[in-house]
């Protein structure tokens, strides 16, 4: 497998489950302005939608999309226990955070990146991101992990997106049980060696 990514995008909560999963993979780095890999190739070629993640399954079809993305890997090696099985309810939960993290926290953040946005244009968008992360920080009350004391693939999605905050000055002390998640999801080694690796 490939994945195609961009430092500290989106792409960076699939390039840890594949990590958490245990999985072989390669690396492949697009500039998101040039849409260019890092191998010279014109990405738009590779994934006509022009953006991370998308993953070169073995077979040499792509798959794209955070959720359908994260779900194909943690089904790749169940014993990671990074989804639970397909057809309970707790797929089901899952699934729906994936959905929350991907419409309201991914959706209300990346919102921030556009750099027309004036400062008063951007303080709705802050005040909602705001409201976003509140209701996750009190979903994480009394558990570990969005899912409870199981890391799964909603964790590293949300992970990565919260991680973007500090971009625009969002001081994430507040948020008692999001700030606790941010710590110990940080510390786990599968995301350290992603970071690492995309500094590179």
């Known amino acids: 497998m490939k994945l195609y990514f961009a430092p500290s995008a989106c792409s960076l909560a699939q390039h840890i489950a594949l990590r958490e999963a245990g999985l072989k993979f390669d690396l492949e780095k697009v500039d998101l302005g040039s849409k260019k890999t890092a191998s010279g190739k014109d990405f738009t ?48 939960r899952l699934q729906e955070w994936l959905g929350y993290v991907g419409t309201e ?8 990146f556009d750099r027309s946005l004036t ?34 693939v909603a964790d590293a999605y949300l992970f990565t997106c919260l991680r973007w905050t500090h971009y625009f000055s969002m001081d994430l002390s507040g948020y008692k049980n999001v ?22």
């Not at 079809?61 to 089904?75: F, G, H, K, P, R």
């Not at 709705?124 to 969005?146: H, M, N, T, W, Y």
């Not at 700030?179 to 590179?200: D, I, N, Y």
């Open 119 to 152: 400062d008063a244009q951007k303080a709705p968008l802050v005040e909602r991101a705001g409201k976003r992360i509140q209701f996750v920080d009190d979903a994480l009350a009394g558990k570990s992990f969005l899912m409870g004391e199981q890391f799964t």
């Open 45 to 92: 070629a590779i994934n006509p939608k022009g953006y991370v993640p998308a993953l070169e399954l073995e077979d040499g079809s792509l798959l794209t999309e955070n959720a359908a993305i994260a779900q194909y890997i943690a089904d790749k090696n169940p014993d990671a226990r990074l989804a639970p099985a397909n057809g309970t309810i707790e797929r089901y």
């Open 179 to 200: 700030s606790a998640f941010m710590g110990r999801v940080g510390e786990r080694p599968a995301v350290k060696a992603a970071l690492e690796a995309e500094k590179g």
């Open 105 to 112: 926290v991914h959706k209300a953040l990346g919102a921030l």
